[in-house]
């Protein structure tokens, strides 16, 4: 369901992304990890139609990303790293907000808003302004908006972050049960989280792929646990 091939983004000096390649199909849960600035955000920027790729491709569910990216924004939901949303707005009236967008209308429109809302447990807070809300609240509106027209694909730039114990478990067993049958990318720093949700792993560093694996094989492979495959393998990079 996602394509990607020889991906490459510079800003002036610095290479973000340097051709990287890889697939994730129907039923993957892909986690992309890496250290700051390893080119995980603008990889998904780019995956969404955010930012152009100076050179290579992608496609997600056979659109391509330079040739059809209308067609990529129907098919995949993207949580953005800052949830970014008009703080004037009523939780409601920015998810009503979102369907015009999606141009979801009429009856679908009430079925996806009763689907949506109890699912990320925004009930609470439906009438609030989004500038009243906690971060966590915030980032589960986000969450909200990628969902609300029921992509097969989807793009989620840590999706956990700022949120309570108790709230990471609720999200972190949503996107197990979506992954059963969605292709989902999630961005994280939580390695217990890779361990708990993704069935594959891709660590970047400085724009390259430098593993493709699963939690399990890295683990068998290594014997020892991700935090430390993750640290000798970026650290690896960095001196080399």
Do not use: W
Not at 77 to 93: D, F, I, K, Q, R
């Amino acid at each position: 369901m996602i394509e990607v091939k020889e991906l490459r983004r510079s800003f002036g000096p610095v290479v973000a992304v340097d051709g990287i390649s890889f697939s994730v199909g129907q039923g993957q849960v892909l986690g992309l990890l890496g250290p700051n600035g390893a080119g995980k955000t603008t990889a998904m920027r780019m995956l969404a139609c955010y930012i152009r790729p100076d050179s290579g491709t992608a496609s997600v569910c056979g659109h391509d990303i330079l040739k059809d990216p209308i067609g990529v924004r129907r098919s995949l939901g993207y949580l953005a790293e800052n949830s970014p949303a008009y703080p004037e707005m009523t939780v409601g009236g920015f998810l009503r907000f979102i369907c015009d967008v999606r141009q979801i209308k009429g009856k679908d429109r009430k079925k996806s808003l009763d689907r949506i809302v109890p699912m990320c447990s925004i009930d609470s807070v439906y009438h609030q302004t989004i500038e009243t809300l906690s971060k966590g609240y915030k980032r589960r509106v986000g969450l909200a908006q990628a969902l609300i027209h029921d992509p097969p694909v989807l793009i989620l730039d840590e999706p956990t972050d700022g949120l309570d114990p108790n709230q990471k478990h609720d999200v972190r067993k949503l996107i197990t049960e979506m992954g059963k049958d969605k292709c989902i990318i999630i961005s994280t720093h939580i390695l217990e989280e890779v361990e708990a949700i993704c069935s594959r792993t891709i660590i970047i560093a400085r724009g390259k792929v430098l593993v493709d694996s699963t939690p399990k094989q890295l683990k068998e492979k290594h014997h020892v646990s991700l935090d430390e495959i993750f640290r000798t393998i970026t650290k690896m990079k960095k001196s080399a």
